[in-house]
Each structure stands twice: as structure tokens, then as C-alpha cells.
């Protein structure tokens, strides 16, 4: 009786000795998967780092880099499972007395648990990788952390400072502007950058530090007070461009990060049902052929 035929009628079922899960071929179709993810990956790295160039006319876009790694990173997933998967089907024990239906649904099951160790396995050798790569920048990051304590806390005294020093100057500012540009230049570039940061905290400048930066700015290159303010527009200009242009840079990355984590979720399921179909394909394709040597006597046709 072969593993995909029905048990007899009145036949009263046998309880199998041999356990439904068999772990060797399990691990060895994990094994294997792992194995051809990761030439994959070195594959795609490598044709990958030739479609990038520092040369801005040899480089593709990076709209199209990340569209060609996101599809070779779900061709790996796939050929990975498909491999991993039938080399499970074919290498599991034959059962015996079994029902087909059940022969299918623990063929289907091994694939699966092979897809989920593969991905484990995966998972683990990565996370090695960059523990291996954190521990070798130790040394380097914990002086830079060291520099970075003092320099926090130089800069939240400085922000501190440059809050409370925009009102005083505010409060002592002279009757003419101009006064402060002609007598002491420095004093003057300090002030206007207290201002330009106090705008920046609060969203906007408010116009009378407009005026008062142009008075400066008059005094200081000679440019008529129409002209100074005309600077002072569009400088103002240029720092809301920018910061509008780091708004988009974030928001582009974080619909970057969304894109990235729901085609790899969907590559992951997809990668899991190739995985139990081929088990399944793999394990047919093994009773088969042991149907037929047993029918032929061990000769093949």
C-alpha cells in the first residue's frame, strides 16, 4: 500500500510508532535555504554596488536602486523557500498507513517549519553580524560618547544662554542701529544670530527684528534700506526652504521605512506558502517514486 492511498474500509486504524514530525529534513532543507539566501545576497550586493557610482552620470537613480533591491530581496526569499522546502518533501521518511490527506497536510507542515528555522537562522546570522560590527567600533564610539557628554553639556548651557540673551538684547538694543554695526561688528553678528535662532524656536521673525537686522545690514555693507530688507527676505527665505526640505527628507524616509517593512511582511508569507507547497511537491514526488520501484521490482523503467 502506498502512503497516498486510503486506509481500507474496515480497517481499524493504526496507531503510528514513528512521530509526525520528522526534524532531519526539517533542518536540512533549513540549512539549505539559509545557505542559497545568503550567495543570493552577496550576488545582489555585488550587481547591486555597480549600479552606484560616485559619478553622478554612472549612477542610477536611487529611485530605481531601491525598486531593483526590494524585487531581488523577494526573488531571494522565494527561490530560497521554493529550495528549501521540496528538498524537505523529498528527504522526509515515507509514512505508512496514512491517510493522503494527512500525508499532505504534514508535508505542508514541514515546509512551513523548515521556512521558520531558515528565517531564524537568517535572523540570528545577522544580528551576529552586527553585534560583531558594534563590538569592533567600541573603542571609537565610546570616546566619541565621552566627547559628546561634555559637548551636550556645553551646548544645552549655550541654549540656555542664547534664549535669555535674545530678550537682553532686545532690552539694550540702541536707539540706532546703525550705531551697533559701525562700532562693533562683532557684537552685531552675535545679536543677529540670537534673533535667527529665536525665530527659528519660535516658526517665524517677527517684523521688527526684520527691520532691526536690516538697519544693521544697511549700515554694515552700505545697501539702502530697501535692498537690506530685500537680503533679509530672502535669506529668511532660504532657512524655510531648508527646513522645509528636511521635513520632506524625513517623511520620504519614514515612507521608505513603511514601503520596506510591508513588502518584506509580504515576501515573508509568500516566501512561508512556496516553502509548504513545495514540501508537499517534493514529498508527492518521493512516494512516487518509491511506488514505482516497488511495482517494478526495484528496476526503473
Known amino acids: 500500500m502506498s502512503a497516498a492511498e486510503d486506509v481500507p474500509a474496515g480497517t481499524a486504524p493504526v496507531e503510528s510508532s514513528k512521530p509526525a514530525i520528522v526534524w532531519g529534513p526539517i533542518i536540512g532543507g533549513a540549512l539549505a535555504a539559509t545557505g542559497i539566501t545568503l550567495i543570493l545576497l552577496l550576488l545582489g550586493s555585488g550587481v547591486g554596488l555597480t549600479m552606484v557610482s560616485p559619478w553622478s552620470s554612472q549612477s542610477n537613480s536611487e529611485a530605481a536602486v531601491g525598486i531593483t533591491a526590494a524585487i531581488w530581496l ?3 526569499q522565494w527561490l530560497s523557500s521554493a529550495a528549501g522546502g521540496y528538498l524537505t518533501g523529498r528527504l522526509r521518511t515515507k509514512w505508512v498507513q496514512v491517510h493522503s490527506d494527512e500525508v499532505f497536510f504534514r508535508d505542508t507542515a514541514h515546509g512551513f517549519l523548515s521556512w521558520a528555522l531558515a528565517t531564524l537562522f537568517l535572523a540570528g546570522f545577522l544580528a551576529s553580524s552586527l553585534t560583531s560590527l558594534a563590538s569592533a567600533s567600541a573603542d571609537a564610539a565610546g570616546q566619541v560618547a565621552q566627547n559628546a557628554i561634555s559637548a551636550g553639556a556645553s ?50 521673525v517677527p517684523d521688527a527684528d526684520k527691520s532691526y537686522i536690516a538697519t544693521i545690514i544697511s549700515a554694515r555693507t552700505g545697501l539702502s534700506e530697501t535692498d537690506a530688507r530685500n537680503r533679509v527676505d530672502t535669506v529668511l527665505k532660504q532657512i524655510d526652504d531648508a527646513k522645509s526640505a528636511a521635513k520632506e527628507a524625513t517623511d520620504k524616509a519614514r515612507k521608505t521605512g513603511a514601503t520596506t517593512a510591508l513588502v518584506g511582511s509580504l515576501s515573508l508569507l509568500v516566501g512561508a506558502f512556496i516553502a509548504s507547497a513545495a514540501s508537499a511537491l517534493g514529498g508527492r514526488q518521493r512516494d ?14
Open 155 to 204: 551646548a544645552a548651557s549655550t541654549r540656555n544662554t542664547d534664549s535669555t540673551a535674545y530678550f537682553t538684547d532686545a532690552l539694550l538694543r540702541p536707539a540706532k542701529a546703525g550705531d551697533r554695526a559701525q562700532s562693533n561688528d562683532g557684537a552685531a553678528a552675535v545679536e543677529i544670530s540670537r534673533i535667527l535662532l529665536q525665530g527659528a524656536a519660535n516658526q517665524q
Open 288 to 301: 512516487e517514486e518509491e511506488d514505482l520501484l516497488i511495482v517494478t521490482g526495484g528496476r526503473r523503467p
Open 74 to 76: 523577494v526573488v531571494v
